[in-house]
């Protein structure tokens, strides 16, 4: 099932949930995760949270993905696995797409109307699919690598 994450992600987004959502939900299938915060905790994430044009919605779904898997449970717990990962996921984002920010990856401002007649007229939503896949993918490598 890990394998079909990423195309999962897709599933879920083209489903309805958006973009933070649908990596978060994936992520956490693939590992048998299930709670009913998922995916409450990750719709304000959505949109560049919350159409402010901040850090695009998949990569924040993806680093609360790392985090049920490498996070802490106590405050005497080391924050450095996950931060280690987390670290490494956005890198390499920010490799492939040449940004994290939802405004940039995107062209436009999802916060203005103008902005999402945009992303409509120019159909970004699959810009925004394939943001979901990437994440989900580089997030489960990473994943995998740490439990080696």
């Excluded at 649908?22 to 959505?46: H, K, M």
């Excluded at 993905?65 to 717990?77: D, F, M």
């Amino acid at each position: 099932m890990t394998e079909q994450a990423p195309q999962r992600s897709r599933e879920l987004f083209q489903s309805g949930f958006f973009c933070a959502e649908s990596v978060l939900l994936a992520l956490a299938e693939s590992r048998g995760i299930q709670s009913d915060l998922i995916p409450r905790i990750a719709t304000g994430f959505c949109s560049g949270v919350s159409r402010t044009g901040g850090m695009c919605g998949a990569l924040s779904g993806a680093i609360m993905g790392i985090g049920l898997v490498a996070g802490r449970n106590s405050p005497t717990e080391s924050l450095e696995p996950a931060y280690a990962l987390v670290q490494k996921l956005i890198d390499r984002f920010e490799k492939q797409y040449c940004s994290i920010n939802c405004r940039q990856l995107l062209g436009c401002d999802l916060g203005t109307d103008a902005g999402q007649r945009y992303f409509m007229e120019n159909q970004l939503i699959e810009s925004c699919w394939q943001y979901a896949e990437a994440a989900t993918s580089i997030a489960l490598s990473l994943i995998a690598g740490s439990h080696s």
